[in-house]
């Protein structure tokens, strides 16, 4: 069963660098990567998107090997406010293109 | 640029009524997407839509829910005769294109409660 998966939760301090990566083995070979944040009772918030190699953005930085089965969002010193989950959005190619979001990492940012 | 609007924000209903998920995409967007996130789980596809064309609906269950954009208005989702496992959020996404090639952007969400 085709899926995309990533780790469940991280634990972060304030200033640090965090990297978390999303595995898509049956992803498209045409079709974005595209990475969300969502806070509790709200909408996912758009951070990053991505075909191949790096991009790089006021927030973020999203690195796809030349295979694309991955990718990791990269968020430079992280602060409270960063405490969130995280997701990978690709398509994936299931007999149909079906957009599938990753399972979700939350993101717990510590003093 | 108002953002994806989505009405109501919370939504009570109880079991055996009906539930109707209004989503007005962003100005200039036309393809729609319905999403549902049970609590404490993912987002889960159910639906992408053009104006007036329903593109894949893979994501749907096959009975009880229907989706809609009309060429003039918001897009509807409705779920016919709620059970207590409907209960979640909904949210709707718009994008200008294809969106597997546009971003996403993603309303505030309905939240549904059966009781």
């Known amino acids: 069963l085709a899926k995309t998966t990533q780790p469940i939760s991280m634990d972060s301090y304030e200033g640090q660098e965090v990297n978390i990566t999303c595995s898509h083995n049956n992803i498209a070979t045409n079709d974005y990567i595209t990475w969300y944040q969502q806070f509790p009772s709200q909408g996912p918030r758009f951070i990053i998107q991505g075909y191949k190699t790096k991009v790089t953005n006021e927030v973020a930085s999203l690195f796809i090997p030349a295979d694309r089965k991955s990718s990791t969002l990269s968020l430079p010193r992280v602060s409270l406010s960063d405490t969130a989950v995280y997701y990978c959005?690709?398509?994936?190619?299931?007999?149909?293109?079906?957009?599938?979001f990753g399972t979700g990492t939350r993101l717990l940012v510590s003093p | 640029n108002a953002g994806v609007m989505q009405n109501p924000r919370h939504l009570v209903r109880r079991r055996g009524q009906e539930a109707r998920l209004r989503c007005s995409p962003m100005k200039g967007h036309s393809h729609v997407y319905w999403y549902r996130q049970l609590p404490e789980e993912g987002l889960k596809f159910m639906v992408y839509l053009q104006k007036e064309n329903i593109i894949d609906e893979s994501g749907m269950p096959k009975e009880r829910f229907s989706a809609e954009f009309p060429k003039e208005g918001p897009s509807i989702l409705r779920i016919q005769q709620v059970v207590r496992g409907d209960s979640a959020a909904y949210f709707c996404?718009?994008?200008?294109?294809?969106?597997?090639?546009?971003?996403?952007?993603f309303g505030p969400g309905t939240r549904l409660l059966v009781l």
């Open positions: 996404a718009s994008s200008p294109g294809d969106s597997r090639k546009e971003t996403q952007y």
């Open positions: 959005l690709v398509a994936l190619n299931t007999g149909f293109q079906k957009l599938v």
